[in-house]
């Protein structure tokens, strides 16, 4: 992003947001932008649109432990001050998803392969 432009992605505007260096803006982002990924995959798996915190955890303790979910909660709020959880951001990366077609568990795995290059 280039500097006093707009952002107009998701991951612009937690870029934006994040705090400190430009690693570890980019870092949060990237980090925070997979929890709002993993959060849309539990709302399909969970068939709710509204997931609990608590809900979050269980469902997400296979992939994740709970201080690493713990710390990317606290970091989305302070991000994203007034909200307590990613599901209005989850909603609308669904909604993008199906809106183009894709699936998100392919979106998934795009964005997966771009945070570990």
């Known amino acids: 992003m280039v500097m006093g432009k707009q952002p107009r992605t998701l991951i612009e505007h937690m870029y934006v947001r994040a705090e400190g ?3 570890n803006r980019f870092k949060e982002s990237g980090r925070v932008f997979a929890l709002v990924q993993l959060w849309a995959a539990a709302q399909i798996d969970l ?11 269980a ?5 994740q432990s709970v ?3 713990e710390r990317q ?4 709020r302070r991000m994203f001050k007034g909200e307590q959880t990613p599901n209005r951001l989850a909603n609308e990366l669904r909604q993008i998803a199906t809106k183009r077609g894709e699936e998100l568990d ?11 290059a």
């Open 21 to 23: 260096s430009t690693f």
């Open 59 to 63: 469902w997400a303790a296979d992939v």
């Open 73 to 76: 909660m606290q970091t989305f």
């Open 47 to 57: 068939g709710t649109d509204d997931v609990r915190p608590e809900a979050f955890k």
């Open 67 to 69: 201080s690493t979910t």
């Open 106 to 116: 392919a979106m998934m795995r795009v964005s997966d392969s771009l945070l570990l």
